[in-house]
């Protein structure tokens, strides 16, 4: 069990959901307030109330632990949002803890050369913050823009604690709080947790021979270290996936010699990507084009769900579809690949659609230049000069740039970079190494008042992230507002059952995707080959109407 945490009062949050009690109501109000109750107890107690300070981040001191009404994870697309609905619901006692130095998430980390959107700007952005946009597929920089953009517009900055990085989440049932510790030290308590620490935050090193050995810079893409210059170097990148490929065709260039050490053979696409006008991007801004350019993407991305999900009625236009994909990729690998080796690896040998695809126009070409080696052998071990393959070649190198990747929820002991304690002791970090599970994504029965936004069975393998970020944000608001209009409840529970006929029903759905098959290995299945734990099986407007209502019924009520 984890240590006892000094029993604090409940304060009176400063800015509620709910319009706050008229003069003459104000017994009945103290009556039903938990701070009444908590004082009596108290003073049956014979003991002092414990002291209540303001501090300069706002929260109210309790002994060492700061309180908030609510703790926000992560300062993200999802952290932000989460920051942003509670503003609009009038709901200003909270913090954001970051772990970093600066606030920005998934693009304020990986500024690899090359980093860009795979899915058009005009989906992959807040539905409600507009942003003039100067490309279809904006890159890193242009991604941070619009992050610091949202940020400096919500004042968000005086809500957050930097380089807090969360070690253990403990609930208290006597006090129905969350206590929160950190790597500094400082704690602080919550009466509602919005964990959007995210999914794609903890990069995956693979554990290879050798690798401490060498002399070089050696760095993951979401670490990307810029003090490093990699031109006219020898570099190595391992790993071609979207990561991959997009630093290999941005460096091929500028570095003296690349080898890419490519594993699985990827479902490589075309797009089109275009730069826009002044004009244009000022035309693309206006309310009405903007919806229907946002509604025209949307639609067509929720048609391709079609391709992933086996629909007895559409199978036939499935495979057509991938069909064509086939013959593009095969053309293609042709025209640039003329090592008959290396073209047949490169086919994939699965259903497009089971991992995630990669739209590029430019990788192939990069892989044609007379500087660019790819190797499909595998790395026997990394020496102290560079790389040995498994065919026994020594392969010298300055730089080793590790493409490969975040854990997600393939491996259970890194999807939750903290520990966390619920009811009776229980602990989620091993639950979940058991079974994946959860209600809606969201919540997880057995800890109270703890959101998990990017929980299970939430990501996109066909439409943008943030669709579903903004669906989950809403939905967690909607309960803690829920929440707050009864004030009897002190917190809510997902009824247990409920929640395991959730997860049957999405292991039923899932079992009809492509993500399942069962031949091919992919980041978003547990251990990698296992169950899908990473992806919804339902297309986005499935997703939002099953989220859209909050309902009281749905949780046992803590009181």
Known sequence: MPPEFPRPLLPMPRHACYAMPKQGDKQLHLKDNCQLKAQKNLKLR??????????????KMQKNAQYFESVIIGTGFSGLLAAIRLQKKNCNDFVLLERSADIGGTWRDNSYPGAEVDIPTSLYSISFI????????????????????????????????????????????????????????????????????????????????????????????????????????????????????????????????????????????????????SVERLIRHLPGTRHFIRFAVFAYHEVRFLAFRRYPLTSWLSKFVKNIYRKILKKNLETYIHDDTLRQHMMPDYELG????????????????ENVDVDISGIERITPTGIKTKEGKDIPLDIIVYATGFYAYSNMKKALSFQVYGMGGRNLNREWETEVVSYKGIIVSGYPNYFKVNGPNTGTGHSSQLCYMEVMTDYTVKAICAIKRDKSIKAIDAKH?????????????????????????????????????????????????SRKWFHLSDYNLLK
Not at 46 to 59: F, H, R, S, V
Not at 240 to 254: D, E, L, R, Y
Not at 503 to 511: D, G, L
Not at 517 to 541: H, I, Q, W
């Open 46 to 59: 014979a003991l002092e109330p414990l002291p209540i300070k303001e501090t300069a981040q706002g929260g």
């Open 130 to 277: 507009p942003y003039k946009f100067k490309k279809r597929y904006s890159p890193q920089s242009e991604l941070l823009e619009y992050t610091n953009y949202i940020i400096d517009k919500f004042d968000i900055r005086k809500y957050t604690k930097t380089n807090q990085t969360v070690t253990k989440l403990t609930y208290h049932e006597d006090t129905f709080l969350w206590h929160v510790e950190t790597e500094s030290g400082e704690s602080y308590s919550a009466r509602f947790i919005i964990d959007t620490s995210g999914v794609l935050a903890n990069p995956h090193i693979p554990d290879i021979k050798g690798a401490e050995t060498f002399q070089g810079a050696k760095f993951h893409t979401a670490q990307w270290d810029h003090s490093v210059s990699y031109e006219g170097k020898r570099v190595g990148v391992i790993g071609s996936g979207c990561s991959g490929t997009q630093v290999v065709q941005t460096i091929a260039s500028k570095v003296d010699r690349l080898t890419l050490f490519m594993g699985k053979a990827q479902w490589i696409i075309p797009r089109s990507d275009r730069h826009f006008s």
């Open 354 to 369: 089971s991992r995630r695809v990669i739209p590029t126009n430019m990788f192939l070409p990069a892989l044609s230049r």
């Open 497 to 545: 059952k409920l929640q395991t006929e959730y997860i049957a029903k999405m292991k039923q759905k899932m079992s009809k995707t492509v993500w399942q098959d069962g031949s091919c290995t992919a980041f978003y299945r547990k251990n990698m080959t296992g169950e899908v734990t990473s992806l919804s099986p339902e297309p986005v407007v499935t997703f939002i109407f």
